[in-house]
């Protein structure tokens, strides 16, 4: 549901959020946590244009009131479970304090001077304290050209696959800020024309394309949850790109799925989108056919119209080269549907619960969202220019992903998820 925060006129007097280009309108407000070189406590701070406001210091100074100060800590979790009433009550804040409407910040010189601080001048961290990791699998495009390249074409997706969100548990411990580096993972790899496995650094290194969803309040061991009742625990979305390592996996993955070849990192963006700020953008999924079990069966605007962009930079190149470029609109399954099967059987949803989307991929060849389908597992190589191919990740490349809602005039964006490959140990 929109309200006034939503309002495409709105402006702020922090000049920089005016850029129709800029991620971060008075739109957004997204969430993140922060520190400087002067103030190396992290603390948590709201994204406008290209500031940082300290919501701690909002509170101390009387600015968030009925808030006690729960931003000066080093993550989210406090705030997302107090539950979307508060989510909402605080956004509303901000965006009258930063448009103007409520002048007291903006009229405030000396406070301004304490609780602005430049994005560049800060370092941004993890901005939850993820308390566990799920992964699914839920574009049809992604699925059908997987299944496609590895099983019968004629038979791509399993029969399980129309019927329910399909997905895994991964690991919380290996989930990091954008920015760093990944080390090349290892593993038992067979060979095509090999008796036996070998272990080795993986020679087929894949980024994944996704979207995470953070659980902001939890619920009950041993109850569900409807679609509508998810769709109020998300607290917001982050980038998320997976790194998968296709070589090991798909010697390990039957019969019980994925395991060394996700474990060893996971990038998010630092920043959390809010679920409300989406609000404007939620649109139409694809039809579901056929009709999903009562339990996953959902009404009105599930999806969101939000754009996505991957980048590859090689050592020698001094541009990135975009590679693919989709939208979050295509996904089968929603994130609402996701979590609803999630916690069908009783399992509890904690706050800062994280799950990913699975790989996004649209409809066209340029759309595809990992190397594994853009290359069609090695054999199509991507131009980068200037004589320069890749397969799949090599030392020394950094992926980037980027995403956005456009509005008219205004952006609501999520900056960006950054990884550099460095070599094997």
Same mark, same amino acid.
């Given at each position: 549901?929109?309200?006034?925060?939503?309002?495409?006129?709105?402006?702020?007097?922090?000049?920089?959020?005016?850029?129709?280009?800029?991620?971060?309108?008075?739109?957004?407000?997204?969430?993140?946590?922060?520190?400087?070189?002067?103030?190396?406590?992290?603390?948590?701070?709201?994204?406008?244009? &290209?500031?940082?406001?300290?919501?701690?210091?909002?509170?101390?100074?009387?600015?968030?009131?009925?808030?006690?100060?729960?931003?000066?800590?080093?993550?989210?979790?406090?705030?997302?479970?107090?539950?979307?009433?508060?989510?909402?009550?605080?956004?509303?804040?901000?965006?009258?304090?930063?448009? #103007?409407?409520?002048?007291?910040?903006?009229?405030? +010189?000396?406070?301004?001077?304490?609780?602005?601080?430049?994005?560049?001048?800060?370092?941004?961290?993890?901005?939850?304290?993820?308390?566990?990791?799920?992964?699914?699998?839920?574009?049809?495009?992604?699925?059908?050209?997987?299944?496609?390249?590895?099983? &019968?074409? &004629?038979? +791509?997706?399993?029969?399980?696959?129309?019927?329910?969100?399909?997905?895994?548990?991964?690991?919380?411990?290996?989930?990091?800020?954008?920015?760093?580096?990944?080390?090349?993972?290892?593993?038992?790899?067979?060979?095509?024309?090999?008796?036996?496995?070998?272990?080795?650094?993986?020679?087929?290194?894949?980024?994944?394309?996704?979207?995470?969803?953070?659980?902001?309040?939890?619920?009950?061991?041993?109850?569900?949850?409807?679609?509508?009742? +998810?769709?109020?625990?998300?607290?917001?979305?982050?980038?998320?790109?997976?790194?998968?390592?296709?070589?090991?996996?798909?010697?390990?993955?039957?019969?019980?799925?994925?395991?060394?070849?996700?474990?060893?990192?996971?990038?998010?963006?630092?920043?959390?989108?809010?679920?409300?700020?989406?609000?404007?953008?939620?649109?139409?999924?694809?039809?579901?056919?056929?009709?999903?079990?009562?339990?996953?069966?959902?009404?009105?605007?599930?999806?969101?119209?939000?754009?996505?962009?991957?980048?590859?930079?090689?050592?020698?190149?001094?541009?990135?080269?975009?590679?693919?470029?989709?939208?979050?609109?295509?996904?089968?399954?929603?994130?609402?549907?996701?979590?609803?099967?999630?916690?069908?059987?009783?399992?509890?949803?904690?706050? #800062?619960?994280?799950?990913?989307?699975?790989?996004?991929?649209?409809?066209?060849?340029?759309?595809?969202?990992?190397?594994?389908?853009?290359?069609?597992?090695?054999?199509?190589?991507? &131009?980068?220019?200037?004589?320069?191919?890749?397969?799949?990740?090599?030392?020394?490349?950094?992926?980037?992903?980027?995403?956005?809602?456009?509005?008219?005039?205004?952006?609501?964006?999520?900056?960006?998820?950054?990884?550099?490959?460095?070599?094997?140990?």
């Amino acid at each position: 549901m929109t309200d006034a925060t939503h309002d495409p006129s709105l402006k702020s007097w922090v000049e920089t959020a005016n850029d129709p280009k800029c991620d971060f309108a008075v739109q957004n407000l997204p969430f993140g946590v922060f520190s400087t070189a002067i103030s190396p406590i992290e603390r948590i701070g709201t994204a406008i244009g &290209d500031q940082i406001v300290d919501l701690s210091v909002l509170v101390d100074e009387g600015l968030l009131s009925g808030v006690v100060n729960i931003f000066d800590q080093s993550s989210l979790n406090a705030f997302m479970a107090m539950g979307p009433t508060s989510w909402k009550d605080i956004r509303t804040r901000l965006s009258a304090l930063l448009s #103007g409407t409520d002048p007291a910040l903006r009229d405030n +010189a000396a406070l301004c001077d304490r609780a602005f601080v430049g994005q560049d001048d800060a370092t941004l961290h993890l901005p939850i304290q993820v308390t566990e990791f799920t992964d699914f699998y839920a574009s049809r495009e992604h699925a059908t050209n997987v299944g496609r390249m590895f099983r &019968d074409p &004629d038979k +791509a997706l399993m029969p399980n696959w129309l019927h329910m969100p399909v997905g895994y548990n991964g690991r919380a411990s290996t989930i990091v800020v954008s920015g760093t580096d990944i080390i090349r993972p290892s593993g038992q790899v067979k060979l095509p024309n090999a008796d036996a496995p070998v272990f080795q650094a993986s020679a087929k290194l894949d980024i994944e394309l996704e979207m995470g969803a953070i659980v902001g309040t939890p619920n009950a061991m041993g109850s569900r949850i409807s679609p509508d009742e +998810a769709e109020e625990m998300i607290f917001g979305y982050v980038l998320l790109n997976d790194w998968s390592a296709r070589d090991i996996q798909i010697w390990e993955y039957q019969p019980l799925g994925p395991f060394q070849a996700k474990a060893f990192a996971t990038t998010i963006s630092p920043w959390v989108v809010t679920s409300d700020a989406l609000a404007p953008f939620q649109t139409n999924g694809p039809k579901q056919d056929p009709a999903p079990l009562p339990y996953l069966r959902q009404d009105g605007l599930r999806n969101v119209d939000l754009n996505l962009e991957v980048t590859i930079q090689t050592e020698t190149q001094a541009n990135a080269t975009v590679i693919s470029r989709t939208n979050f609109k295509h996904m089968y399954w929603s994130a609402a549907q996701q979590l609803a099967h999630h916690a069908v059987s009783g399992c509890a949803m904690r706050t #800062g619960d994280l799950f990913g989307s699975g790989t996004i991929s649209g409809p066209t060849a340029d759309s595809c969202g990992c190397l594994l389908e853009l290359t069609w597992n090695g054999r199509d190589p991507l &131009d980068l220019g200037g004589g320069i191919t890749r397969t799949f990740i090599e030392d020394g490349d950094t992926l980037t992903l980027h995403g956005w809602c456009q509005g008219k005039g205004y952006r609501v964006g999520f900056g960006s998820a950054v990884g550099t490959i460095r070599p094997a140990i």
